[in-house]
């Protein structure tokens, strides 16, 4: 048995909202997985700066000292010094690395967003279409019925 033709364009509306509804549900969920990764990005910044910071603190505490001591520990102190250097530089690198990979996951985040608002434009074009299909339909006059009769 054919389908009307109106059934169909309703039915093929409906399929379209539910498609847009589903793809609207993947990409909120797409959204928060991208900001949860922002924030792990931006967590690991802070503690590397924070590293950073203890590194250079602990640095500035070895500074040669102005009292006499003796040369045992002014070579301790130039090797603690020389570690404590290398640390630094290790800590910037992953500072560096750790500012990269906020910035890629920001990036991300944005594009997430991006395509979340794309998908709610189309859902409320859609709706507005919808609304204008349903308001013209109310428009159109009621068909009439014609009254045909038979021989007199």
Known sequence: MPRS???????????????LNRLLRVRELQLNMVR?????????????RTLRERIAALADNVAPARAPSGALSLAAAAHFRDRLHRSAEAADMRLKIALETLERAAEATRE??????AIEKLIE?????QAVKVIRALEEPPPVRKFRHGPC
Request: proline share 3%; glycine share 2%.
């Open 36 to 48: 949860a990764d922002e924030a792990r990005a931006q967590t690991k910044l802070d503690s590397e």
């Open 112 to 117: 997430a967003k991006r395509d979340h608002s």
């Open 125 to 129: 074009r859609e709706a507005a279409e």
């Open 5 to 19: 033709p109106s059934w169909s364009a309703c039915s093929a509306m409906a399929d379209r909202g539910k498609t």
